[in-house]
């Protein structure tokens, strides 16, 4: 059974609009929050993180919301550019601060970014 | 760029044969882990390691072993290689045990079992 679910697979926005990306848990003991960030032949990349004390987090162009009582997250980038093309994982794990279980990744949302 | 080198980055083997990926680290990150990635399941994890000759399982560990004898190298080892495994492999390095900006992902290792 999934514990980490990201339900689209792709998504397209015009170049400078909002891109938003899902992410839904079912684990409640998940208390740490990652994005990663994965171009083609490349291995991913950190993006951003947020503890379930916060339900917000910022680093530029980069928000992720967290809603516990929802068991919900979202990545927001805005504005969104070209390079910003790449599929995007949502990973939680269990402990304080992460600490304490292994990163469960959901199966990713490839973002297509047009000019 | 982060000191984390893959081994081979391709390889293409047959159904039965052993086969091991290295994984090298020049941060000297206490933790290391080993990922496969497949169409329709995101990363999944097949072993860690968190010190030398200290490693433990993760969620799709059948069919794996590894072995972790210096800081710097990880190994992945499969006993006797089936088409199930054809994937892309990825390590990764961490100081400890929570991902976050101090971890990295290497290029990954493509591995097709014929």
């Known amino acids: 059974d999934q514990q980490v679910k990201q339900n689209s697979p792709s998504l397209s926005v015009q170049e400078g609009r909002i891109s938003i990306l899902n992410c839904d848990y079912t684990?409640?003991?998940?208390?740490?929050f990652l994005w990663y960030k994965k171009y083609p032949a490349e291995g991913p990349t950190f993006l951003i993180s947020?503890?379930?004390?916060?339900d917000k987090n910022e680093d530029g162009r980069f928000t992720v919301f967290l809603n516990k009582s929802a068991k919900h997250l979202s990545l927001h980038i805005v504005p969104s550019q070209p390079g910003d093309s790449a599929v995007y994982f949502c990973a939680a794990s269990a402990g304080y601060g992460g600490s304490q279980g292994n990163l469960i990744f959901g199966k990713g949302t490839k973002l297509s970014v047009k000019p | 760029d982060a000191g984390i080198t893959q081994s081979p980055r391709h390889k293409v083997t047959e159904t039965g044969t052993p086969v091991t990926l290295r994984c090298h680290q020049t941060e000297n990150h206490r933790y290391m882990y080993w990922y496969r990635q497949d169409p329709g399941h995101g990363l999944r994890l097949i072993h860690y390691s968190y010190g030398v000759k200290d490693t433990d399982k993760g969620e799709v560990s059948d069919g794996y072993s590894v072995s972790r004898s210096k800081t710097e190298d990880f190994l992945l080892t499969l006993e006797s290689a089936t088409s199930s495994q054809t994937s892309v492999y990825f390590c990764a390095i961490s100081p400890g045990r929570s991902m976050n900006t101090e971890a990295f992902f290497g290029q990954g290792t493509r591995l097709t079992v014929v």
């Open positions: 684990n409640s003991m998940f208390d740490y």
């Open positions: 947020i503890s379930s004390i916060k």
